[in-house]
C-alpha cells in the first residue's frame, strides 16, 4: 500500500500541487491568525503610573455588584462603572491621621477618586482593616486600576481580536471548501484508474485507503509547511494592523506553541475529511470504469450529497427567517453576516451540479465553437460545477461582506442626520459651556451609562446620553419616538428604547446611575424604536453624574451662533458635514482593510483552487482536443472553445454568489426596516466585479494554457 502510495504521489504531483498549495497557505494563514489571536490575549504589563511612588492605594468603589436569580441560588454580578466613586471624607480623615496621603489626577472638583498612602507593605493589612468596605485597597501591580484609562490596553486589542476571529474562521472555511472540493473532482479524473485497480483485484477498502494515505501525506507535508510560512507571516501580520491603524504601536506576536499544534493538526484534519466524502466515491467504482470511453458525467448530485447541500440550504434560510423575527438588530452585526452567508455558499455550492445544465442550456449561442461551449459544459457537469464553487465563494463573500457593512454604515448615518434638527452640532471630547446667542437653541448632551435589572436574572449596563436642557433638546431632537413625549423629560423620568423590559408609558424603572449611586425610579415618558442601536435612552445630567458633554446642537442665531460654539473648544460643523464625519458612507478605513484581508484570504484560495482545477482538467483532453482537430477545427477554435467554457463556469459561480448576496441583503433590508431604521442597501458592484474579474482571468488563463500545449 506505501509503495503504491508513494509511487502514485511521484507520478501524479502536478495533480496534488494545488491542493498542497491551498492546504500549506490555509495552514499558514491559521497559524498567523492563532499567534495574532494569542497576542490579543494578554495585554502589556505596564507599572503603576498614577500613584507609583505609593506602596497603598484606597480607591472608591469602581465596580457596581448586585444579587440576582440563577436557578435556585441568588449570586453576586459585578459592572464596571464609567469612574470610581469618590473616597468618603471621614475614611480621609482617618486615613490621614495615621499616614501621609498623596492625590494625583482624578476629578477636579469635590472629593478624589484614589488617594496613595505612605504606609509600607507590610502595614497594608492595617489599611485594610481600616477601609473595610469603604472603599477598596490596591497594593503591588493592582494600583494600576488608579491610572486614568487603566483598560486602554486591553480595549485596543477587542477590533484586533474580532478580526483575527473573523478571519481565521474565513480561512478555515475557504480551505475545508477548496481542499474538498480539489480532492472530490481529482477522484472523479481518476475513474478509470480505480476501475484498473479493481480489475487488479482492489477492494473498495484498498481503494478507500489508498486516498485517504494520499490526503494524510499531502496533509502532514502540506502542514509542515504550513507552519513554516505561519512563523514567517506573523511578524507580517503584526506590522500591517500596526501601519494600518487596527492594533496598537505596541502589539507584537508572541510565540507560543498552541497555534503551531492547533494548525498543523487542523491542516492534516481537513486534508483528511476533504478526502473522506471523495474516498467512498472512489471505492463504489467499479471494474467496468476501466473501459468507459464517454466523459458526459452522470450521477453527479449522489443521494448523500443532495441531502446534505439541502439541509444546508434550509438551514440557512431559516436561520436567516429566525434571526430576522426573533432579533433584527443581530442582523447587523459582523458575526452575523459573516457567518450565515457560509451555509448558504455551501448549500449552494453542494447542489449546483444541478443548476449547471439548465443555465448552460439557456444560452444561445451561435456557430461551432457556441454550441459546443454550451454542450460540453453541460456534459462535464463535475468539471463546470468544480469551476464555479471557488468563484461563488468569492463573489458571495465580497458582496455579503462588504455589501452588509457599507449598507448598516449608511443606515446609521442617514438616521444620525434625521434625529437631528440643528444647523450646527459641535463635538469634542470634553466641550466647555457656551452662551447662546439671541435666537438660537443650544442643547449640550453628554455620555453616561444606565444600570437597569433585566428580570431576576441579569443586570444590564445601556450606553446612554445625559441631557443638558431638556426644553432644547426636545424642540432640536428628531427621535424615533413609539409612544410618549421626550418633552416631558425631567428629573424624575427616563425616556427609554424598546430593548428596555418595561417600556410603557407611566411605568417607573429602577435605575442605578454611571457611579453607582442607586436605585432611583424613574418615570418613563417616551419609548423610542430601537433603531441601529444608537437610540437612548437619554436622562437628564441630574441622573447622570460625572458626564461632560461630547455633542452640542444648535440652530436660529443667524451668523453669531457658528462663532459662539467655537468657543465649546469642540469642531463646530454643519448638520449634514458632522454626519458625514461621523459615519463616512464608505465606513472607516480600519474596517474596510479588515473587510480587505478576509476577502483577500477567499480570493487567494479562489485563484488557487481555479488555477489546479482547469489545469488537471484541461490536461486530461488530449484525446477530445485531437478528435476536434481531425475535425477540421483550427487551433484557435480549440482555444476559444476552452476559454469559453471556463468562461461560462465563471459566470454561473457569480451568478450563484450573487444569489447567496440578494439572500443577505433582502434579510438585512427587512431587519433595518423592522428596527424603524434607514433602508440604505449598497451592492458593491466595483468589489464583485473585481472578484469576478480576477476570477474570469485565471480561469481563462489556467485553461488556455494546457490546451495550448495540447494542440501544438
Not at 313 to 326: F, H, I, K, P, R
Request: aromatic share 4%; glycine share 12%; with cysteine.
Amino acid at each position: 500500500m506505501l509503495t503504491v502510495v508513494l509511487s502514485g504521489l511521484r507520478a501524479r504531483w502536478a495533480s496534488f500541487l494545488g491542493g498542497f498549495v491551498a492546504l500549506a497557505l490555509g495552514v499558514g494563514l491559521l497559524a498567523t491568525m492563532g499567534l495574532g489571536l494569542s497576542a490579543t490575549f494578554h495585554a502589556p504589563e505596564r507599572p503603576p503610573q498614577r500613584f507609583a511612588s505609593s506602596p497603598v492605594v484606597v480607591q472608591g468603589q469602581d465596580r457596581l455588584i448586585l444579587d440576582v436569580r440563577r436557578g435556585p441560588e441568588t449570586v453576586s454580578v459585578a459592572r464596571r462603572l464609567d469612574r470610581p466613586q469618590p473616597v468618603d471624607s471621614e475614611l480621609l480623615r482617618e486615613l490621614g491621621a495615621r499616614w501621609t496621603l498623596t492625590t494625583s489626577g482624578g476629578p477636579t472638583s469635590g472629593a478624589p477618586d484614589a488617594v496613595g498612602v505612605d504606609a509600607p507593605a507590610a502595614e497594608a493589612a492595617e489599611v485594610r482593616a481600616l477601609v473595610g468596605d469603604r472603599a477598596q485597597v490596591l497594593t503591588g501591580d493592582e494600583r494600576r486600576r488608579a491610572d486614568p484609562d487603566h483598560d486602554r490596553d486591553a480595549d485596543a486589542l477587542v477590533g484586533v481580536n474580532a478580526l483575527l476571529g473573523t478571519s481565521g474562521g474565513v480561512t478555515a472555511f475557504v480551505s475545508v471548501f477548496v481542499v474538498a472540493s480539489t480532492f472530490a473532482f481529482a477522484v472523479a479524473l481518476r475513474r478509470r484508474e480505480f476501475g484498473l485497480l479493481r480489475t487488479a483485484g482492489a477492494t473498495p477498502g484498498q481503494i478507500r485507503r489508498l486516498l485517504l494515505a494520499e490526503a494524510t501525506a499531502l496533509g502532514v507535508l502540506a502542514s509542515a509547511a504550513g507552519c513554516a510560512l505561519g512563523a514567517a507571516g506573523a511578524p507580517l501580520l503584526a506590522r500591517t494592523l500596526v501601519d494600518g491603524g487596527l492594533a496598537p504601536a505596541w502589539f507584537r506576536v508572541g510565540g507560543p506553541p498552541w497555534p503551531f499544534h492547533a494548525a498543523f493538526w487542523t491542516g492534516v484534519t481537513v486534508a483528511l475529511a476533504g478526502a473522506f466524502a471523495a474516498s467512498r466515491r472512489a471505492g463504489k467504482v467499479g471494474p467496468t470504469a476501466a473501459l468507459r470511453e464517454a466523459d458526459v458525467d452522470a450521477d453527479t448530485l449522489p443521494l448523500g450529497r443532495a441531502l446534505l447541500g439541502t439541509g444546508l440550504l434550509l438551514a440557512g434560510l431559516g436561520l436567516l427567517v429566525q434571526t430576522y423575527a426573533a432579533d433584527p438588530s443581530a442582523l447587523l452585526k459582523r458575526k452575523t453576516y459573516t457567518t450565515l452567508p457560509m451555509l448558504l455558499i455551501t448549500g449552494i455550492a453542494l447542489l449546483s451540479p444541478l443548476l449547471v445544465r439548465p443555465v448552460a442550456r439557456l444560452l444561445r449561442l451561435r456557430g461551432a465553437v457556441g454550441t459546443l461551449v454550451r454542450e460540453n459544459s453541460a456534459a462535464s457537469v463535475r468539471r463546470t460545477a468544480a469551476v464555479a464553487a471557488p468563484v461563488l465563494v468569492t463573489v458571495a463573500l465580497a458582496g455579503t461582506l462588504f455589501g452588509s457593512a457599507t449598507s448598516v454604515t449608511r443606515a446609521k448615518g442617514a438616521e444620525a442626520r434625521e434625529q437631528t434638527a440643528a444647523e450646527y452640532v459641535v463635538a469634542g471630547p470634553a466641550l466647555r459651556p457656551v452662551a447662546a446667542p439671541a435666537g438660537a437653541v443650544v442643547s449640550p448632551t453628554g455620555p453616561t451609562s444606565v444600570f437597569v435589572r433585566d428580570g431576576d436574572a441579569a443586570v444590564v449596563k445601556y450606553g446612554a446620553r445625559a441631557v443638558t436642557d431638556p426644553a432644547a433638546f426636545a424642540e432640536l431632537a428628531r427621535l424615533p419616538v413609539v409612544a410618549g413625549d421626550p418633552r416631558d423629560l425631567d428629573d424624575r423620568s427616563i425616556v427609554v428604547n424598546e430593548e428596555f423590559e418595561r417600556r410603557r408609558v407611566g411605568e417607573t424603572v429602577e435605575v442605578w446611575r454611571a457611579d453607582g449611586t442607586g436605585p432611583v425610579r424613574l418615570r418613563v415618558v417616551a419609548v423610542l424604536a430601537l433603531g441601529t442601536g444608537d437610540n437612548g435612552p437619554y436622562v437628564t445630567r441630574a441622573n447622570a453624574p460625572g458626564s461632560v458633554p461630547d455633542r452640542i446642537d444648535a440652530r436660529g442665531g443667524g451668523t453669531a451662533t457658528a462663532p459662539a460654539l467655537e468657543a465649546s473648544g469642540g469642531t463646530v460643523r454643519t448638520a449634514d458635514a458632522w454626519a458625514d464625519a461621523e459615519r463616512p458612507p464608505s465606513g472607516s478605513p480600519q474596517a474596510r482593510l479588515g473587510m480587505v484581508l478576509v476577502l483577500g484570504i477567499a480570493l487567494v484560495y479562489t485563484v488557487i483552487g481555479l488555477a489546479n482545477t482547469l489545469l488537471m482538467a484541461t490536461s486530461v483532453r488530449g484525446g477530445e482536443l485531437a478528435s476536434l482537430r481531425l475535425a477540421g477545427a483550427t487551433r484557435a477554435q480549440i482555444l476559444r472553445v476552452v476559454t469559453g467554457e471556463a468562461t461560462l463556469a465563471v459566470a454561473i459561480g457569480t451568478l450563484l454568489g450573487l444569489a447567496v448576496t440578494a439572500l443577505v441583503l433582502g434579510a438585512l433590508g427587512a431587519g433595518l426596516a423592522a428596527l424603524s431604521a434607514p433602508v440604505a442597501m449598497a451592492l458593491p458592484w466595483a468589489t464583485v466585479g473585481a472578484a469576478a474579474g480576477v476570477c474570469a482571468t485565471v480561469a481563462i488563463a489556467a485553461s488556455a494554457l494546457p490546451a495550448w500545449r495540447l494542440t501544438r
